[in-house]
Structures are given as C-alpha cells and as structure tokens.
C-alpha cells in the first residue's frame, strides 16, 4: 500500500510538473501581454506630427526622400500642378520641381481623426514660404491640405494627399 501511494504520488508530481511547464511555455511564447494584442490607436498629436516628418522631407530637398514617405499606391493632388500623380515617378517629378522654390510649410490649422489602429486623416490649412530660385524672392502661400495616413507594416505612409491654393474670401 505504501508503494502505491508513493508512485501515486510521484505521478501526480510529475503531472504537476509538466503542467507547469506547459504553462510556462504558453506564456514566454504569447510574451507578457496574455490578455489582448490588439493594436492601439495612435494619438492625435501622433498624427499631426507625421506633418513635421513630411516638412523634414521637403527640408532635405530630395524628392526621392519625400516620395518615401508615400505609399507606392498614394495619390497626390498637389498645389501647384494640374497633375494627379498617382506612381512613385510622378511624385519624384512633382517634388523635383516643388523643391526647387526651397519651401519651407508651416501648419495654420490642423484637424486630425483617428480612424482605428492604422489608417487616420489631417486636414486643415498650412502656409509655405517659397523662394524664386531665380530671383531669391520669398513668397507666402496658403493652401488647403488633406493627409490620408496608412500605416502599412509598421510605417506611417500617406495615401492620398491634397493639397490646393487656400481661395480669395468671398
């Protein structure tokens, strides 16, 4: 009886133990966070500052550098071309030229809705100081803009951009 009750025992023990490893095994492979890996959604201030990283871009004054912060897929409406651009060439075209009036943008007004864990908009008003590269001649222009955010494997890239002269008030 003794040693059955001590083989018993050691059975159990060794349930016990292989249990535990199981357990301990789950939890190092789903990592700390066992109850939900939802993606968070970024903050506002978040996708408002995905501007300063553009505005960096254009600082840089390599077009290829602000056409990496779009989507291969993205759309631009921009300012001062008729042209929708819809393929990484034609962003580089339309930057290639934009850049060489140096712009420097500044946010007027700045409205941002988070959509869910990966995909936001900011629309709002902003102003670019643009220099004649002929003459040095700064100018001031307001425009409307419209940023589409993605994040697409774990960047922040823009989608659909539009961006249009800010009209006279009537």
């Known amino acids: 009886m003794k040693r059955q009750t001590r083989t018993r025992a050691a059975i159990a023990t060794a349930a016990a133990l292989v249990a535990a490893g199981t357990v301990t095994v789950g939890v190092s ?13 970024p ?5 408002a500052a995905l501007f300063d990283g553009w505005n960096a871009a254009l600082a840089s004054g390599d ?3 602000v056409a990496d912060r779009y989507a291969s897929d993205a759309v631009l409406l921009p300012t001062v071309s008729p042209e929708i651009r819809t393929t990484r060439a034609g962003i580089v075209d339309y930057f290639e030229h934009f850049l060489q009036n140096k712009p420097q943008g500044k946010k007027i007004r700045t409205v941002v809705n988070v959509l869910d864990s990966n995909s936001a908009i900011d629309a709002g008003l902003y102003e670019f100081t643009l220099t004649d590269p002929g003459t040095g001649e700064k100018r001031e222009v307001e425009a409307r803009y419209t940023y589409e955010y993605e994040k697409r494997g774990g960047k922040w890239l823009i989608v659909n951009h539009h961006s249009s002269v800010l009209p006279a008030a009537g």
Do not use: R
């Open 63 to 65: 077009a290829e550098t």
């Open 29 to 41: 492979a789903a990592g700390p966070e066992s109850k939900s890996t939802k993606p968070t959604k």
């Open 43 to 47: 903050t506002k201030a978040q996708i």
